[in-house]
């Protein structure tokens, strides 16, 4: 079992930054594949970013490409996502996910087995 708890969202205008963090507990964070969905109202929730478990390895959707940065800590059990030059369109509830399966690359929100509760991020134009 791991638990997820996001914080650092918020309204920001077109065009800041913002960094959400994802802290864990329980077992060993190391252990987690980590990602980052979003869901806006009326839409399905979509891939944002994945990293692996030792941070090596990220990718992207394609809608924040060269604007977010995934990056973790495993000595303090956490996640972040860097975001820049935000666009209204990023507007969403902003949920972190974790998995014990490393075995590819998970970027359908059906493939992870744990989630944080989720933070709302709004971007104004």
């Known amino acids: 079992q791991v638990q997820l708890v996001e914080s650092g969202g918020g309204l920001v205008q077109a065009g800041d930054s913002l960094r959400l963090s994802c802290a864990a507990t329980?077992?060993?964070?190391?252990?987690?594949?980590m990602a980052w969905f979003r869901q806006a109202p009326g839409k399905e929730r979509e891939f944002v970013a994945y990293i692996s478990r030792g941070g090596g390895n990220t990718y992207y959707a394609d809608s924040v490409k060269g604007r977010f940065t995934i990056s973790r800590d495993n000595a303090k059990n956490t996640v972040y996502l860097q975001m820049n030059s935000l666009k209204s369109e990023d507007t969403a509830v902003y949920l972190c996910?974790?998995?014990?399966?490393?075995?590819?690359?998970?970027?359908?929100?059906?493939?992870?087995?744990?989630w944080g509760q989720g933070i709302q991020v709004t971007v104004s134009s």
């Open positions: 329980g077992r060993t964070f190391s252990s987690f594949v």
């Open positions: 996910a974790a998995d014990s399966d490393y075995s590819y690359v998970k970027y359908s929100p059906g493939r992870y087995d744990y």
